[in-house]
Every structure is written in C-alpha cells, then in structure tokens.
C-alpha cells in the first residue's frame, strides 16, 4: 500500500519516534529560552536591587507581603514561602481577597512585594492604593518601567524584555520563571545580610530529609549512665564488662575531672592479647588522643567523619575536652541522616 504520492505510509513506531524527537525539541527550545532570560536578567540587575531589600526591611518588626494574580500569583506563594522559610516573615495576600477585606492582613510595619508582568493588573489597584495611602513600602516586579505598578513602587525590579518561551508568545513561562528566579535572589540576599544560619535553618525545617539532615550531634547521641567509660586505673577484667554492659564496642577513659585521655576498642583488645591482657589497666592498652566530636556539629558531617575513617562512634566532648556523649553510626542511620 502506498500514499497517492507513492510514498509507503509511516509505521506506528516511526509515528512515535518522529513525536518524540519533536517533543525533545520542544522541550529544550523552551529550557534554552529560559535559561538564555536568566542570563539576561542577572547581567542586567543594578543598584535597584539593594535598594529593593532596603526597602523590605525598612519596617523593623513587619512582614514582607506578597501580592499577585494569575500565574505570577502562583510565582508569589512560592516566594513567599521561601522567605518564610529562610528568616524573613512573609506570607502571600491574594489580591482580590485583599479587596474584600484581607487588606486588614497588611500593617504599616509591613512591606509589600507586588508582582505583575504588565504592570496594568487592575485587581492591584486596591492593595497597591492602600499601600500609597498608609506609607507602607512597595517594591514591584514587573517587566514594563512605565507601568502604573512600576511609577507607583518605591523600587521596581524590571525584568528584562524577553519573548516568551511559548511559541505564541502568550502563556506565562520565560517571565514566571524570570519573577521566580528573582524571587529567590530576594530570599537568599535577605537571609545573607541577616547571617541565617544552618541552625535557624533546622528550626524552621524539622521535618523531612532535609530536618534530619540538619539534625545535630547533641540530638541524637547517648547520655549519662549509657556512656561507656572508665577511669584509668580500672583493670581490663571490668573494662571488659563495661565493654560488654554498654554495646558500643568501646569504653572511653576519662581522667578525675571528666576529660577524655583515651578509647579502648576492639582492635585495642586484639593487639594486647598475647600480653597478659586481663593483668593491664585501662590506661596501659587504651588509644590517646582518640577521634571525638563536638555536640553542636551537625550529625551528617559525624557521620561523613565516622565513614571517612572506617569506626563506628565517636565520643562526644565539650569545650574542656569532658566525654559528655557517645554517637554510634546506628544512631545516625535510624534517624535518617545520610
């Protein structure tokens, strides 16, 4: 069977192969596109966007409120929630709502982060008013300098004039992107100048994989009574049960005022066999100056440590080098640290 023109007619899976590489280019078209208006924006960024996190945080003690509609109000939840969860008090206010009564939301310690790519979204009007009215900061995001949103900021952020990764040119997807990338910036500058740390970072992220791997070694090592230790003039006889009692296949020896002088692991006990092991002290078969951890050390990088050298715990000191805790490498498995 041929076509009218003689050609023979194409096969399901020549169909399917032509639709995938067509799919493959579209996709890339659209990623090349994107990443091409990211370049653009970051090349083209000045002093207006210090002045833009001056402006946010000009009220001590407020939010950054953050305000859009449509897709950049999507773009605006996500960036938002991100400041939040980086230091910055944000949350998002749907402009509509905000006209029906949600302005009340929006304080005079705030500042407000509008997003329009036109810069002529009319549901705006009433937030950005309001904003004029009660001499609330605004900065805006938009991609026309003389736009009504733009005129009326304090500072605008304006994104460079790209087409759009649509091939009509019509669907938000460059300038979304584009919003949401400079979102980000906002988000990470704000945290740098406020010296967030990997520590705030844990208490506004306790769940999930990325709480567990902010985790701390103080969280999860063992305490008190379940610490094995020694003093060193204890007989290897008892150290021995000490060993056995605790489970963690080493016992730490500590002078008279708590400091750590040594470890005594299985290897240790290996290699004193054959010298009358049971007649020595601690002291006499114990390891000085042994591998040990601080509590405050993310238990990931004790872990990274305890890998790197082929053990299984780590003893835990403080500032005077006293044995306050013992990690095993169980510990950190069980808590999903990895």
């Known amino acids: 069977m041929t076509l009218g023109d003689g050609r023979l007619p194409m096969t399901q899976d020549a169909a399917?192969?032509?639709?995938?590489?067509?799919?493959?280019?579209?996709?890339?078209?659209?990623?090349?596109?994107?990443?091409?208006?990211?370049?653009?924006?970051?090349?083209?960024?000045?002093?207006?966007?210090?002045?833009?996190?001056?402006?946010l945080t000009r009220a001590e003690g407020g939010r950054v409120i953050v305000t859009g509609m449509g897709k950049s109000g999507h773009v605006g939840r996500k960036i938002a929630a991100t400041m939040a969860s980086t230091g910055t008090p944000a949350m998002y206010v749907h402009p509509g709502e905000a006209s029906h009564g949600d302005l009340g939301m929006v304080t005079k310690r705030?500042?407000?982060?509008?997003?329009?790519?036109?810069?002529?979204?009319?549901?705006?009007?009433?937030?950005?008013t309001y904003t004029r009215r009660y001499e609330i900061p605004l900065v805006a995001i938009t991609s026309r300098t003389e736009s009504s949103?733009?005129?009326?900021?304090?500072?605008?952020?304006?994104?460079?004039?790209?087409?759009?990764?649509?091939?009509?040119?019509?669907?938000?997807?460059?300038?979304?992107t584009m919003m949401l990338a400079l979102g980000d910036a906002l988000a990470v500058a704000l945290l740098e100048r406020q010296g967030f740390s990997s520590a705030d970072f844990q208490i506004y992220h306790p769940g999930g994989?990325?709480?567990?791997?902010?985790?701390?070694?103080?969280?999860?090592?063992?305490?008190?009574d379940t610490v094995p230790l020694v003093e060193p003039s204890r007989p290897m006889s008892e150290v021995l049960?000490?060993?056995?009692?605790?489970?963690?296949?080493?016992?730490?020896?500590?002078?008279?005022?708590?400091?750590?002088a040594g470890i005594?692991?299985?290897?240790?006990?290996?290699?004193?066999?054959?010298?009358?092991?049971?007649?020595?002290?601690?002291?006499?078969?114990?390891?000085?100056?042994?591998?040990?951890?601080?509590?405050?050390?993310?238990?990931?990088?004790?872990?990274?440590?305890?890998?790197?050298?082929?053990?299984?715990?780590?003893?835990v000191v403080d500032d005077s080098q006293r044995a306050i805790g013992i990690l095993h490498l169980h510990d950190c498995l069980r808590a999903g640290v990895a």
């Open 110 to 128: 705030d500042a407000v982060l509008a997003l329009s790519n036109s810069g002529e979204t009319s549901e705006l009007t009433d937030i950005v």
């Open 16 to 55: 399917l192969h032509s639709d995938t590489a067509a799919d493959l280019v579209a996709a890339r078209r659209v990623l090349t596109a994107e990443a091409e208006a990211l370049t653009t924006l970051a090349a083209r960024l000045g002093a207006e966007f210090p002045r833009a996190l001056d402006t």
């Open 241 to 260: 049960l000490v060993m056995t009692q605790k489970s963690f296949g080493c016992v730490g020896v500590v002078e008279p005022d708590g400091s750590l």
């Open 209 to 224: 994989k990325l709480g567990r791997q902010l985790m701390k070694v103080s969280g999860l090592m063992h305490k008190g």
């Open 149 to 176: 949103l733009a005129e009326a900021a304090d500072v605008a952020l304006i994104l460079p004039d790209v087409g759009e990764a649509c091939p009509m040119g019509l669907a938000p997807t460059t300038s979304t």
């Open 264 to 315: 005594i692991t299985d290897g240790d006990l290996r290699r004193h066999m054959e010298g009358g092991l049971l007649n020595r002290t601690a002291a006499e078969v114990m390891t000085r100056a042994p591998l040990t951890i601080r509590p405050g050390i993310l238990a990931a990088e004790a872990l990274r440590v305890m890998n790197a050298k082929k053990i299984t715990s780590l003893f």
